[in-house]
Structure formats: structure tokens, C-alpha cells
């Protein structure tokens, strides 16, 4: 019996797990698999689950999702940040109006998101003190409304590592059946500009320095609520700017769009006379269908199923371009801007602690400081997308259960951090031999723990303990 495409996963999954494997693999993808890399990466690391399991989750994810949202239940989310650029805003006729008080009151979270998903945030802690609500002088509430879609900034909280700001999204339509991730947080972004008035930098694009995630849920059919970040310590660090965040200033942001993952799949479906000539070519050179032929395959046989497996995808891609982009009509729904909002801040240094470390060898690898605040651990560090950095609590417990690329940082939130251990090993030997000992059923319980930080110990190209008074 042949091999089908379609089996039980989609077309796309089989498309995001080929993708997958070849950038795993040693020799270049095609150009317009390579363009594809992006969305196709992206989509695997939000899906967290395969397709064949969705139906059994969902149920599930629905429920995770209702506890959430009353904040009995802390959520986690992983983060991705970089991988979505930020799209030139398409120019479209708009009208931008402050809105009558009255008709923001119809939200009726304004000033307590913070309380209301603090503790299923991935950065999850108690913001109560934290956070300060947003405020214009005539309104008392900073919102703005274009095209009948209103953004409504409700508090935020800023320290010397990192900016949190909450905000209200209300569409004039309903909102489409979003995508959810882990925890069932629907998969919302953000895209837009962000500008400093401290630095010499001018405008940046959110996700240079921020997570374009909105780390939130819904409150209604037309109405999500959640918080951004953004990293500016981290990101000032990385650019060689060296620029310390003030006690007070001011912040022009513009949010150029807002784009929700599509839980309904209405990408076209592959063309059949595309699908035949990748099986004729297989026939051709010999290579079998079945899954049987395909666990069989040598190394050059791999090679050559990639070539024609490729080869289908860029046909169908000229068929169906705009299947490149992100984000793009199929997978994605859009609220267009722009919105334009100016606010001025004040950073809050309550339960803030900083340790300056400077402990850099010639390549650069190592750290330059730590700050630990009141929701998480960042580490200011140079830029090297070839190490990882994994960040270990004193009990030896993986913080945030992601260490990837350069993102350096970790909540607090059910962690012991009195002591904190710091790795950086190189990328592709973490992901291939190390990192599997924590996620593997094998260890379970305490085994992981001292397990994976032997690995860590024997396998690093850097290790720091660092200890804060607690």
C-alpha cells in the first residue's frame, strides 16, 4: 500500500515536520523553503502537540483555559520571541478618536488585568503593587479606537530589566476561534513600533526586544485581555548601548496590528497533479511509499526524498504565494491599525536586586549581570545565537522549561531562587544530547534534577552559581 501525503496529520503538519527535519539535517534548504522558515518554525513550536492528539486536547485545553482566566490556575506559556518580523502596516484610511469613558466602562477588567491573570502568567506573581494604571488626563484611561477596533492600555509596571504593559483588545466583530497554546491561552501577537525617549535609537520594531505574544485570554466574543513585554535591559545590552533606564520617561508606542492565530485550517489543500508528480518521482528513482520503505531509507535516499518533497512545495507555493508570509489570510486573522499611543513611566525598584558579575572569557561567553525582581531572573549577556543559556533554581529544576537561543531570562514564580546555576552550552549540542535528559520519561521526579545538571556540568562551555540573599 502506498504511502499517503494525508495520513493522520495534514498535509501542512507533514510540510512543518519536513521542515523540521531538514533544517536538522546538513545540507541547505531550497530558497522558498528557506523563505517558508519562519511561519513553517513557528507554527511548530506553537502547536506543541501533534495534530492526531488536537481533538483529545482540546477539551482539555478549553477547560485549562476557564481556570485560567479565574486565576486558579497558574498557566505557562513558552516563549518564541523573533521569529515573527513585523510587517510594514498596509496604508489604509482610518480614524483615530479618544473614547467616551462609558463606552470603555462596558470592559469591565479596565485597571485589573493584573489581577485578574497575574498569577497564569507566564511571568506569573503578585502585581498588585506592582502595577500602576494607565492614565490620560481626560478620559483617565489611555484608549484609542481605528476603524471600530479599540485598544484600551491599562496599567503597567516597569523595572529596571523589563516593561510589562496591559491592555484591553475590543473588536466591532467578533473575534474568529483563536488557536490555542499551552495552558489554553489563545494565540495572539502583536506587531507594531516602540520608541525610548532616554536612548538615541529612535523608533524599534516591538519584537527586537519584546515577545510578541500576548499572554492573556478572552473575556467575551469580542473582547481579549493580556500583557506584553518587553526586554529593554536585555536589549540595550545586545545592541552595545549600554543605556540604564531612567526613574522616569517617556514611551511612543504604535501598534501597527494585531494577529490571531486561526484555530480553523482554510489553507488550500495540494494540488493533486502536484502530489502525483512527487510520487512519480519517487517510483522513479526507486524509493518506496510506505512507511515501512521510508524507515529503510539511507542517507542519500533521505537526501533525495527531501529534494522531491521540496519540489512539490515550491510548486505549490508559486500556486499559492502568499502562503510565505506572516501572517497571511489562511492561518491568520488581523485587526489593522495603526494605534498611536504616548505615555510616560515610572520605574518601580521594589524587591529589585542586581549583581553586577562581569565574568566574560575572550569570546565573549559568560555574564555581565543579573537582576532578579519580583516575576523573574534576567541575565544580561552578549548576543551568540550559537550557545544556549539554561538557567537551573537551587533545588536544580529547569526555570521557565525552555532554555533557547539567547533568551535569558526565567520567571520566578514556583522556583527556589536563594541560589541560581547558569549554563551555556553550545546550541546544537544542547538540543541534540543534552537537553532530552530533563524532558525524558526515563528520569522522573528527583532523577531529573541531578541527572540533566550532570550533563549541564560535563557537557557546558560555561557555568556560573550565583546566589541571592533571600
Not at 512545495?313 to 489593522?336: G, S, V
Request: aromatic share 12%; glycine share 6%.
Amino acid at each position: 500500500m502506498k504511502k499517503q501525503i494525508i495520513d493522520s496529520q495534514s498535509d501542512h503538519t507533514k510540510l512543518d515536520e519536513h521542515i523540521k527535519k531538514t533544517l536538522n539535517g546538513m545540507f541547505p534548504l531550497p530558497e522558498q523553503v528557506e523563505n517558508a522558515r519562519n511561519e513553517a518554525y513557528a507554527k511548530i513550536r506553537a502547536m506543541a502537540a501533534d495534530t492526531d492528539k488536537k481533538d483529545e486536547m482540546d477539551g482539555e485545553i478549553v477547560k485549562q483555559q476557564e481556570k485560567s482566566t479565574k486565576g486558579s490556575k497558574k498557566a505557562r506559556k513558552i516563549f518564541f520571541p523573533g521569529f515573527a518580523g513585523i510587517a510594514a502596516a498596509a496604508a489604509v484610511f482610518f480614524c483615530i478618536y479618544m473614547v467616551n469613558p462609558t463606552v470603555v466602562a462596558e470592559v469591565p477588567i479596565v485597571k485589573h488585568v493584573f489581577e485578574k491573570f497575574g498569577e497564569s502568567l507566564e511571568f506569573a506573581g503578585d502585581y498588585t503593587n506592582l502595577a500602576e494604571p494607565m492614565s490620560q488626563s481626560e478620559t483617565g484611561i489611555e484608549s484609542l479606537t481605528v476603524d471600530g477596533n479599540t485598544i484600551t492600555l491599562s496599567e503597567i509596571y516597569c523595572n529596571e530589566a523589563t516593561l510589562y504593559l496591559a491592555l484591553i483588545i475590543h473588536s466591532k466583530e467578533k473575534i474568529p476561534e483563536t488557536y490555542l497554546i499551552e495552558g489554553g491561552k489563545p494565540q495572539i501577537d502583536i506587531e507594531g513600533m516602540i520608541d525610548f525617549d532616554f536612548d538615541q535609537n529612535g523608533e524599534l520594531n516591538w519584537w527586537e526586544g519584546g515577545s510578541t505574544f500576548i499572554d492573556g485570554a478572552m473575556v467575551d466574543d469580542y473582547t481579549f485581555a493580556g500583557v506584553v513585554r518587553f526586554e529593554m535591559a536585555q536589549y540595550f545590552s545586545y545592541e552595545g548601548f549600554g543605556t540604564q533606564v531612567p526613574e522616569n520617561f517617556n514611551i511612543k508606542m504604535s501598534v501597527s496590528r494585531i494577529v490571531g492565530t486561526k484555530l480553523e485550517d482554510t489553507r488550500p489543500e495540494m494540488p493533486q497533479e502536484i502530489r502525483d508528480r512527487y510520487e512519480a518521482a519517487m517510483e522513479e528513482n526507486g524509493l518506496g511509499l510506505t512507511d515501512e520503505d521510508y524507515a529503510q531509507f539511507t542517507e542519500e535516499q533521505e537526501e533525495l526524498e527531501h529534494q522531491f518533497f521540496n519540489d512539490m512545495w515550491n510548486a505549490y507555493y508559486e500556486l499559492y504565494p502568499d502562503r510565505q508570509t506572516y501572517p497571511n489570510q489562511y492561518d491568520n486573522w488581523f485587526l489593522t491599525g495603526p494605534w498611536d499611543f504616548e505615555f510616560e513611566v515610572t520605574r518601580k525598584d521594589d524587591n529589585v536586586i542586581r549583581k553586577e558579575i562581569n565574568d566574560l572569557d575572550e569570546n565573549g561567553i559568560g555574564i555581565i549581570s543579573v537582576t532578579k525582581t519580583p516575576v523573574e531572573i534576567a541575565l544580561e549577556m552578549e548576543q551568540n545565537t550559537d550557545y544556549t543559556t539554561i538557567i537551573l533554581d537551587a533545588n536544580g529544576t529547569l526555570m521557565g522549561e525552555s532554555a533557547l537561543g539567547y533568551q535569558n531570562t526565567a520567571p520566578v514564580g514556583g522556583y527556589d531562587t536563594s541560589k541560581i546555576d547558569v549554563y551555556v552550552c553550545e546550541s546544537m549540542e544542547y538540543m541534540d544530547e543534552i537537553h532530552g535528559y530533563w524532558w525524558s520519561d526515563t528520569y522522573e521526579g528527583r532523577m531529573k534534577q541531578p541527572r540533566f545538571k550532570q550533563a549541564l556540568d560535563e557537557r557546558c562551555v560555561y557555568h556560573k552559581e550565583i546566589t541571592f540573599d533571600e
